[in-house]
T-cell receptor
Framework: AAGVIQSPRHLIKEKRETATLKCYPI?????VYWYQQGPGQDPQFLIS???????DKGSIPDRFSAQQFSDYHSELNMSSLELGDSALYFC?????????????FGPGTRLTVT | AQKITQTQPGMFVQEKEAVTLDCTYD???????LFWYKQPSSGEMIFLIYQGSYDQQNATEGRYSLNFQKARKSANLVISASQLGDSAMYFCAMRVSTSYGKLTFGQGTILTVHP
């Protein structure tokens, strides 16, 4: 079965650079979520999109922005990167229209800021 | 606001034995869902099992079962017949009906299975 695809899998950036993470949800899924997991921590919700509209927002820094495109893929844009942004970034998708809400996670993008 | 608490930072179990990972939750929303995820050292998040707040029976998925005690607000994961490949971090998570599906995670429990 098709799974959530994230690219790139690994990314190394320097401070003050920008990064773009991409997410391709499971086909037919209508909702995408972004989570940030720092080293040794639990995942923290950043932002979500339902049918290409932002549906919820968590503790996402103003330096970050995200959107969902017409083909349902999503991108997380991160600017002025800081050392503390080093983390594993997960994208997850679900089919909320059917009210199942089960979320399936992608493999994650490991971002290292040096 | 909702909160998930996992009080066991680490657990050890002998291969082929059963183990219970604890999870308690707090929410004022009457409609919610509880999830367990497994995160191996490679980092991916693997969905294990789901329990809805209105489900009458405890969820089961193969060797995984969820001991759901609504009055106690607990949703413990039971893994039967542990295998070496079960060694991983386990997260309990919750979503409430008013949250558009976002998950709130607990701190996680590291499970180590000994041969």
């Amino acid at each position: 079965a098709a799974g959530v695809i994230q690219s790139p899998r690994h990314l190394i950036k320097e401070k003050r650079e920008t990064a773009t993470l991409k997410c391709y949800p499971i086909p037919r899924h209508d909702t995408v979520y972004w989570y940030q997991q720092g080293p040794g921590q639990d995942p923290q919700f950043l932002i979500s999109f339902y049918e290409k509209m932002q549906s919820d927002k968590g503790s996402i820094p103003d330096r970050f922005s995200a959107q969902q495109f017409s083909d349902y893929h999503s991108e997380l844009n991160m600017s002025s990167l800081e050392l503390g942004d080093s983390a594993l970034y997960f994208c997850a998708s679900s089919l909320n229209r059917d009210r199942t809400y089960e979320q399936y996670f992608g493999p994650g993008t490991r971002l290292t800021v040096t | 606001a909702q909160k998930i608490t996992q009080t066991q930072p680490g657990m050890f179990v002998q291969e082929k034995e059963a183990v219970t990972l604890d999870c308690t939750y707090d929410t004022s929303d009457p409609s919610y869902g509880l999830f367990w995820y497994k995160q191996p050292s490679s980092g991916e998040m693997i969905f294990l099992i789901y329990q809805g707040s209105y489900d009458q029976q405890n969820a089961t998925e193969g060797r995984y079962s969820l001991n759901f005690q609504k009055a106690r607000k607990s949703a413990n994961l039971v893994i039967s017949a542990s295998q070496l490949g079960d060694s991983a971090m386990y997260f309990c998570a919750m979503r409430v009906s008013t949250s558009y599906g976002k998950l709130t995670f607990g701190q996680g429990t590291i499970l180590t299975v000994h041969p």
